[in-house]
């Protein structure tokens, strides 16, 4: 029984859930992770030091050489294959592959895949919370190791470029420190009006997959206002006949990407699940 799998949000579950072969590797400047390349080199990195450091605690202790071994034997490829499949509804069946069908059962991809969702929960919820989920996974009935003092673990700090905070908030140092700690990410949903350059690619696609996968009915309702030469379009989404996501945009393609944008988020929010309908007489 594997412990539950921590919720991404906003621009890292679509990133992490579209296979890398959709997206070509692009660098997206406008979030604090980049890529699902840069989330994999990160989960990689936090996975290797949680591991070592809960067979680092053992008693009775492990020698050098033990260690090395037990750890490798821990982030085996049929670990990582394993590991999931045990997630196989929640992470798995949600990757949008494209005509990659069946790529994840490649131990290598596999690896990729969890490496990167690890970076991403480092990223959102900080180092101690991915090592409390990661030490449940290798040693269910242990305690987590305490790896940050937890009154500073944050998410992962970053400022983005042209933002607001890289200005007006300034951080003092810590004792014993010649810089200041940089000041923690908090990502603000982008507002209607600037919202088509920082959609997501793939965005659409996954969400009308999502959708298909759970038996939704999705309803698009577009109308194009303003003068002919410059129109302004408007997009409602519906999912099971109940108004989800709202998008405007200069042309049909882009306001419906951000209306299925707002659809995805709010849905990923309330845990993708509808009220049941109300019963008839």
């Known amino acids: 029984m594997v412990p539950p799998l921590p919720p991404l949000h906003g621009d890292l579950m679509l990133d992490v859930f579209t296979h890398r072969a959709l997206t070509g590797g692009v660098l997206n400047d406008h979030t604090p992770h980049g890529n699902s390349d840069r989330l994999a080199q990160l989960g990689k990195s936090v996975l290797n030091t949680i591991v070592t450091y809960i067979l680092f605690a053992e008693r009775p202790m492990l020698s050098g050489e033990e260690l090395q071994t037990k750890q490798e034997q821990t982030l085996s490829d049929e670990a990582m294959v394993a590991w999931l ?7 798995k069946k949600r990757v949008r592959l494209g005509a990659a069908k069946g790529i994840l059962n490649d131990p290598e991809e596999a690896r990729f895949l969890f490496n990167s969702y690890v970076g991403a929960v480092c990223v959102q919820d900080g180092l101690q919370a991915t090592t409390d989920w990661v030490s449940k996974l290798v040693k269910p009935e242990g305690q987590p190791p305490v790896l940050v003092d937890d009154s500073r673990d944050r998410p992962l700090s970053t400022v983005l470029p042209g933002s607001p905070t890289s200005a007006s908030v300034s951080v003092p140092p810590q004792a014993g420190t010649s810089q200041a700690a940089p000041p923690p990410y908090y990502p603000t949903p982008p507002q209607a009006s600037t919202i088509p350059s920082g959609v997501p690619q793939g965005t659409l696609a996954l969400f009308n997959q999502t959708c298909h996968q759970r038996a939704f009915s999705v309803e698009w309702i577009a109308s194009a206002n303003g003068a002919q030469h410059d129109p302004r379009w408007e997009v409602k989404c519906k999912v099971n006949d109940v108004e989800r996501g709202f998008g405007i945009g200069r042309n049909q393609k882009l306001a419906k990407e951000m209306a299925a944008y707002e659809a995805y988020q ?11 309908p109300e019963p008839t007489a």
Do not use: H, V
């Open 85 to 91: 499949a045990a997630y196989d509804t929640d992470l």
């Open 266 to 276: 709010y849905m990923q929010s309330i845990g993708w699940t509808l009220p049941e």
